[in-house]
């Protein structure tokens, strides 16, 4: 079965310097990878993918991930943070390579971005 | 930007009793979800639903619970009759045609069982 493991329950930043906010992943076969963000009393919004191509990523607001098929990780990084992106954030994984999608997620890291 | 919407934002219900939670997808998607999020918990994948049935459930997803999609534009969660332990956010998601195509969620309804 596929699993997804985010180790930090919160990371913490200054404004301005990068982030990284790690995810691991356990499956069987080739890994379709996402990150999501979360902001209080809302849904999760989708933030970027891995499919397939390239190890590197980008996606929405500046964020982009690592894919790192060795070391079985996906991590989120940004180079410069903002306050605003203090929020969760959700790795997941599924195995499905048709419409319809499976998401397994991992327990959310909630990143602070301090003034 | 197209949203996926849920009514309501909160729903309290007594133990026991139905409870039919709402969820207007986004028009073009195909595909359909629900998923549940227990406070402080992380988010679980309940159910899926593609052209009028089931895809894949969880073993949540027992007995009491159904999913319907009763015209072109609502997809519903039925929990006939609910249980302390189905206190929980539950989110609406779909997503369009093609392979591997993200998810979209909607702000979810926060269930609270009496």
């Known amino acids: 079965a596929q699993s997804v493991a985010q180790p930090e329950d919160q990371v913490n930043v200054a404004e301005g310097n990068p982030l990284t906010v790690k995810c691991t992943y356990s499956?069987?076969?080739?890994?379709?990878l996402f990150w999501y963000v979360q902001y209080p009393n809302r849904g999760l919004q989708f933030l970027l993918k891995?499919?397939?191509?390239?190890?590197l990523v980008k996606g929405s607001y500046g964020f982009e991930a690592e894919f790192n098929k060795s070391q079985t990780s996906f991590h989120l990084k940004k180079p410069s943070a903002l306050v605003s992106d203090s929020a969760l954030y959700f790795c997941?994984?599924?195995?499905?390579?048709?419409?319809?999608?499976?998401?397994?997620f991992g327990t959310g890291t909630r990143l602070l971005v301090s003034p | 930007e197209p949203e996926v919407t849920q009514t309501p934002s909160h729903q309290v219900t007594q133990m026991g009793q139905e409870v039919i939670l709402r969820c207007v997808p986004i028009?073009?998607?195909?595909?359909f979800y629900w998923y549940r999020q227990i406070l402080g918990q992380k988010v679980e994948f309940l159910v899926s639903?593609?052209?009028?049935?089931?895809?894949?459930k969880s073993e949540i997803f027992d007995d009491q619970f159904s999913v319907e999609r009763p015209d072109g534009s609502n997809f519903t969660l039925k929990i006939r009759s609910t249980k302390l332990e189905d206190s929980a956010m539950y989110f609406c998601?779909?997503?369009?045609?093609?392979?591997?195509?993200?998810?979209?969620f909607g702000d979810g309804t926060r269930l609270s069982i009496l």
């Open positions: 998601a779909s997503s369009g045609q093609g392979s591997v195509q993200p998810q979209h």
């Open positions: 499956v069987s076969g080739n890994p379709y």
């Open positions: 891995y499919i397939t191509g390239d190890n």
């Open positions: 997941a994984v599924s195995l499905m390579n048709t419409g319809f999608q499976k998401l397994v």
């Open positions: 028009s073009n998607h195909l595909y």
């Open positions: 639903f593609y052209n009028n049935e089931i895809s894949e």
